[in-house]
C-alpha cells in the first residue's frame, strides 16, 4: 500500500542553526501539507501546497519557513534559524484532491538545543 | 481558540464492547470530518470519514454519527478490540469554502481492556 515517507525520523539541531525536513508524499497525489505536534498539544496546520506554490498557510508559517518541491518526488520544508519552540514533531501529509482525505507520514521529531 | 473539541482526554473500554469517542466543533464553515487514529511514534492514520451532506457513515467495525444541529459528531467502535487502543483525532474541513487544511482536536486515549 502506497505511503508517505519522511526523513529523517529524529533531528537534533541547536538555535539559530538551519533544517531541512524532508517527505515524500504517495506517487499521484497533488495537494501536500505540513502540520506540526508539539508535546502535549494537538496537530496544528503549517502550509499546504499546491502546483509549485504555496496554497494556504497558517499564523505559524512565518518568514523562517519555507517549502519547496524540488523534483518530482520530494516536498521539503526549511526552517531557516531554529528556535527552542520549534522542538515539535512535524508531519507530511498528501492528498489526491482537496476533497479526498489527506495521508500523514510518520513524522519528523525535531529537537532544538 | 478551539474549533475541534475532544473533552475526553482518555476513554477506558472492555474487549468486545462498544467504544464512544466524541467531537464537538464551532465553526458552521466546517462541511467534512475526519478521524484518525495514531499510535506512538507513528503518523496520524485515517480511518473514516463524513460529509456534512450525510449524518452517518459505516466502514466495519466503525462508525461516525454527525449532528449538525449541535454541531457534534461521535465514532463507535464495535466491538472494540485490544489493537484499537491508540489516540483518536477528530478533525474537521471548510471544503465548501476551498479551505482545505485540517482542524484538530487535542485528541481521545482509548483504551481497550482485554
Known amino acids: 500500500e502506497p505511503e508517505v515517507t519522511q526523513t529523517p525520523s529524529h533531528q537534533v539541531t541547536q538555535m539559530g542553526q538551519e533544517v531541512i525536513l524532508r517527505c515524500v508524499p504517495i506517487?499521484?497525489?497533488?495537494?501536500f501539507y505540513w502540520y506540526r505536534q508539539i508535546l502535549g498539544q494537538k496537530v496544528e496546520f503549517l502550509v499546504s501546497?499546491?502546483?509549485?506554490?504555496?496554497?494556504?498557510k497558517s499564523e505559524i508559517f512565518d518568514d523562517q519557513f519555507s517549502v519547496e518541491r524540488p523534483d518530482g518526488s520530494n516536498f521539503t520544508l526549511k526552517i531557516r534559524s531554529t528556535k527552542l519552540e520549534d522542538s515539535a514533531m512535524y508531519f507530511c501529509?498528501?492528498?489526491?484532491?482537496?476533497?479526498?482525505?489527506?495521508?500523514f507520514g510518520p513524522g519528523t521529531r525535531l529537537t532544538v538545543l | 481558540d478551539q474549533q475541534v473539541k475532544q473533552n475526553s482526554p482518555s476513554l477506558s473500554v472492555q474487549e468486545g464492547r462498544i467504544s464512544i469517542l466524541n467531537c464537538d466543533y464551532t465553526n458552521s464553515m466546517f462541511d467534512y470530518f475526519l478521524w484518525y487514529k495514531k499510535y506512538p511514534a507513528e503518523g496520524p492514520t485515517f480511518l473514516i470519514s463524513?460529509?456534512?451532506?450525510?449524518d452517518k457513515n459505516e466502514d466495519g467495525r466503525f462508525t461516525v454519527f454527525l449532528n449538525k444541529s449541535a454541531k457534534h459528531l461521535s465514532l463507535h467502535i464495535v466491538p472494540s478490540q485490544p489493537g484499537d487502543s491508540a489516540v483518536y483525532f477528530c478533525?474537521?474541513?471548510?471544503?465548501?469554502?476551498?479551505?482545505?487544511?485540517?482542524?484538530f482536536g487535542k485528541g481521545t486515549r482509548l483504551s481497550v481492556i482485554a
Open positions: 506517487s499521484n497525489h497533488l495537494y
Open positions: 501529509a498528501s492528498s489526491q484532491h482537496t476533497y479526498n482525505e489527506q495521508f
Open positions: 501546497f499546491y502546483n509549485n506554490e504555496i496554497s494556504e
Open positions: 478533525a474537521a474541513s471548510a471544503q465548501g469554502s476551498g479551505n482545505t487544511p485540517l482542524v
Open positions: 463524513i460529509s456534512s451532506i450525510k
